[in-house]
């Protein structure tokens, strides 16, 4: 029934119904990985925040339902398309993207979120990598926040996103897209009292590759994650946290696995500009023997994670974060990842701003060179300007370079890639 022939007394109905429209457009947040240390970390951090409103409802505000929206269009020059060490391949990439978030404040307290962001790209000299289904970006989710007395909250969420960008994976060499999905359907229980924070949550994970290629790689996951923390000040507090999940391949080639994890952490307010936050335990992953795979290696050796934000000035902020830990391998049972990323904002005035970000990972995978196993270091990084046109609409400009090294031949590579975009807020 379309909205406008809703009746007027039915209130209600109308909310519903201007709600959908955000339904409609797509579904969208960020989508859970394999669960590991740095996912546990983030995820119970996610989960202490106040749940407080961003939305302005700018685009479409209907009773209590805000609606925030906008488009953006990226027009991307990349030499090495397919991550090739020779028999290089350039192309120009169109990439269309539109995002819509979306808010329904059900009660006082109680309060469903919807977000959104579809993109789709368009290669002009290699038309079949062009996307065959719309692509799905982190940050999209479907989110009902629950209070439950003064004590207790409960977010029960779905969380999705597609992509079929190669760069994204380390030990990915010659590849010029690798399609797949992510989706995490769970209950996160957020619990709080005078002194002590209490995170427990529940994941089913869903991997799946859109292309026969990477079928091997399809995957079920049921994934618990917890933490405790204790609020010793109110610049530090200090804590425990875990996870298991049991992983479950689709296909008969990986082998299936259960993981587990178990470490302490520490997050301190160093002033009002500067944040750290410190983790470090065990991770263990054990694989039987059901898939055709010959690595026979599991891993059973320590991870660590240090965060650190600061604003130096007001138009100056930057972040750093260092760490190890295992990950789902591709191809082998797991890869060690030890990595250090850092970022940084200058906000020169209200016109321009520029961004800096640079990263180094060297990626082990377990299983021996007879077995395809790489060990591969990689580091790049990229910086951009934003010309802010309008109180709406800007413009960018950014370069972005990657550099592989790998123990195996034919599968190191560089890519330049230089983009122009252009969005704007409704």
Not at 36 to 59: E, M, N, T, V, Y
Not at 246 to 259: E, H, P, Q
Not at 283 to 312: C, E, K, P, V
Not at 365 to 387: M, N, P, Q
Request: aromatic content about 12%; glycine content about 6%.
């Amino acid at each position: 029934m379309p909205c406008s022939s809703i009746p007027n007394h039915s209130q209600f109905f109308k909310t519903l119904c201007a709600f959908s429209l955000a339904c409609l457009a797509g579904i969208g947040a960020h989508a859970q990985e394999s669960i590991r240390p740095s996912a546990i970390s983030s995820l119970a951090a996610d989960a202490r925040q106040d749940q407080l409103s961003k939305l302005r409802g700018d685009f479409m505000r209907f009773g209590p339902v805000k609606v925030d929206a906008s488009a953006q269009m990226e027009l991307e020059l990349n030499d090495n398309v397919g991550l090739s060490e020779f028999n290089r391949q350039d192309d120009l990439i169109f990439r269309p993207r539109v995002n819509m978030d979306s808010e329904w404040q059900v009660t006082r307290l109680n309060t469903i979120r919807l977000g959104l962001s579809l993109g789709y790209a368009k290669y002009l000299n290699n038309p079949h990598l062009d996307t065959q289904t719309l692509l799905i970006d982190p940050g999209t989710q479907f989110a009902f926040d629950i209070f439950i007395g003064e004590h207790l909250r409960l977010n029960i969420h779905d969380r999705i996103t597609i992509a079929q960008n190669p760069i994204d994976e380390a030990t990915l060499s010659n590849v010029q897209r690798f399609a797949r999905l992510q989706n995490a359907a769970g209950l996160t229980a957020f619990i709080r009292y005078p002194e002590w924070d209490f995170v427990i949550g529940y994941d089913h994970f869903i991997y799946h590759t859109l292309s026969s290629e990477f079928n091997y790689l399809d995957r079920s996951e049921e994934q618990i994650f917890a933490s405790a923390r204790r609020r010793v000040s109110d610049a530090l507090g200090i804590g425990i946290e875990g996870s298991a999940a049991l992983v479950n391949y689709s296909d008969r080639v990986s082998n299936d696995a259960t993981t587990w994890t178990a470490g302490a952490f520490a997050d301190a307010t160093l002033s009002q500009y500067t944040k750290l936050r410190l983790s470090a335990g065990y991770q263990s992953m054990t694989f039987d023997h059901s898939g055709t795979s010959t690595d026979r290696s599991n891993f059973a050796s320590w991870y660590a994670n240090l965060s650190a934000a600061q604003r130096i000035t007001q138009y100056l902020s930057h972040t750093l974060s260092v760490g190890r830990e295992a990950r789902l391998g591709l191809g082998v049972n797991f890869t060690d990842y030890v990595f250090a990323r850092y970022s940084a904002i200058w906000r020169m005035n209200d016109i321009m701003t520029w961004n800096f970000d640079a990263f180094i990972e060297d990626a082990r995978d377990s299983g021996a060179v007879a077995t395809s196993a790489e060990h591969a270091f990689r580091w790049g990084g990229g910086a951009g300007l934003t010309f802010r046109i309008s109180s709406r609409t800007s413009l960018g400009l950014r370069y972005n370079y990657v550099d592989k090294d790998s123990n195996l031949p034919l599968r190191s590579y560089t890519q330049n890639s230089g983009i122009l975009s252009i969005s704007h807020q409704f």
